[in-house]
């Protein structure tokens, strides 16, 4: 169980953005490197914003991305996303927290609990997934806590700023989702 922080998820906004491309373009290349990034697929800060930009201004059933921004005592700290969007079916999830202070606290946890009903909800999944770079323990054990259920070990290259790398697959589906949610409510 996480400690008791003042924590609140709101939707990604054109002000954000910064927070994004300095976590992506200024975080320690090592610890890219341990979360299974390939530091040549990195983004330009422009191309980060047209992107990030666009999917704000998108209908949730068009986009193919939806950010969540986690705020520790008022201020933005991390973003839950999923991409991959099938609208009405299903999407892979992602979670950062930006600032390394912020990270092994529990907010991890906290920040997908928030934001699995959002994705559920507003994009009318079945299922979400989910493949942390095998070698990251962090996503992985977190994933675990939540419910998620482990599907298989594989090698693929799990995203477009990814290196080929050994994956560990998750999946909550919407049902098991509904049963956990129970679960976590009545133990919080």
Not at 70 to 89: A, R
Not at 130 to 144: I, S
């Amino acid at each position: 169980m996480s400690v008791n922080f003042n924590l609140k998820i709101r939707d990604l906004n054109t002000d954000d953005i910064k927070y994004i491309a300095d976590y992506w373009l200024k975080s320690d290349k090592s610890f890219l490197i341990s979360i299974g990034v390939d530091l040549k697929k990195l983004p330009t800060r422009n191309g980060l914003d047209i992107m990030l930009t666009k999917q704000i201004n998108l209908p949730d059933s068009e986009k193919s991305s939806l950010a969540m921004i986690l705020e520790l005592n008022d201020q933005p700290t991390g973003h839950c996303n999923v991409n991959e969007i099938s609208y009405g079916h299903d999407a892979t999830m992602h979670l950062h927290l930006w600032n390394e202070d912020n990270r092994k606290k529990g907010l991890g946890t906290d920040m997908i609990l928030k934001s699995l009903p959002v994705f559920f909800d507003r994009l009318m999944l079945n299922t979400i997934w989910c493949e942390p770079y095998a070698l990251n323990q962090a996503p992985n054990k977190t994933l675990e806590k939540i419910g998620f259920e482990f599907v298989k070990r594989y090698v693929t290259t799990p995203g477009s700023l990814n290196f080929e790398q050994e994956v560990n697959r998750y999946k909550l589906t919407r049902v098991r989702f509904e049963k956990l949610k129970k679960t976590h409510h009545n133990n919080a």
